[in-house]
């Protein structure tokens, strides 16, 4: 699979590959976390969500990390399909608003 | 069900024009939220309502933006005399309740250009 330590702008995988996408956020008080994903001409569509006192979460074929330790937030993506290409964001909350980190473009390649 | 949705689309006004931007958040959704999304980069907040009242417009770049919801469902943002620099596609987003960090479902946005 593909990952990435640092946060990077574009991303590019094969199909069937796992993809890597990394966050730092800023705040250490923020206490839960959204990745979303935004295609071309769209809002941001949800995919999962972190509360701070979670470590780990799971969806479908998606997996949330979050390290309190280094304001670190990661989203894992199995077997990526070619209808995963957008852009992805992180977004913490403190308070009622989101900040949203820099977008990461994923690119898939069949 | 439905989602969020904001008419119109896609907006065009000359420099010095109003404009009016509608957001119907999901239905029964207390909290609903303006951004504003610059051309490749991430939403930035405006405001927030709880029902009808504004409780955060920290986030409005001037006294030209002016955001409302008078009933507690729909919301608009309008701004006045609007300028080039406003040009960026304005996003509502909705969350089901106010108590605790809540997801927020976002529209498709209205992209605004400013001529």
């Known amino acids: 699979g593909e990952s990435v330590g640092l946060h990077l702008p574009t991303l590019s995988v094969q199909e069937g590959d796992n993809s890597i996408i990394n966050c730092a956020y800023s705040n250490s008080a923020s206490d839960y976390f959204i990745w979303y994903k935004q295609e071309s001409g769209k809002g941001p569509q949800f995919i999962i969500d972190?509360?701070?006192?979670?470590d780990k979460r799971q969806g479908q074929r998606v997996t949330v990390l979050l390290n309190k330790t280094v304001k670190h937030l990661s989203l894992q993506i199995a077997a990526t399909q070619p209808g995963d290409s957008a852009v992805y964001f992180c977004a913490e909350m403190t308070g009622t608003a989101l900040i949203f980190g820099k977008g990461t473009t994923l690119s898939v390649s069949s | 069900g439905a989602g969020v949705s904001q008419s119109p689309r896609y907006k065009v006004a000359k420099r010095g024009q109003d404009v009016a931007l509608r957001c119907d958040p999901i239905?029964?959704?207390?909290?609903l939220f303006w951004y504003q999304q610059a051309l490749g980069q991430g939403p930035e907040f405006l405001t927030y309502?709880?029902?009808?009242?504004?409780?955060?417009k920290s986030g409005l770049p001037s006294d030209r933006f002016f955001a409302e919801r008078p009933e507690g469902s729909v919301s608009t943002l309008k701004i006045q005399r609007t300028q080039q620099e406003d040009s960026a596609v304005y996003l509502c987003?909705?969350?089901?309740?106010?108590?605790?960090?809540?997801?927020?479902?976002f529209g498709p946005g209205t992209r605004l250009l400013v001529l």
């Open positions: 239905s029964g959704h207390v909290s």
């Open positions: 987003a909705s969350s089901i309740g106010t108590s605790g960090p809540l997801a927020q479902y």
């Open positions: 972190i509360r701070s006192n979670m």
């Open positions: 309502f709880q029902n009808e009242a504004q409780l955060d």
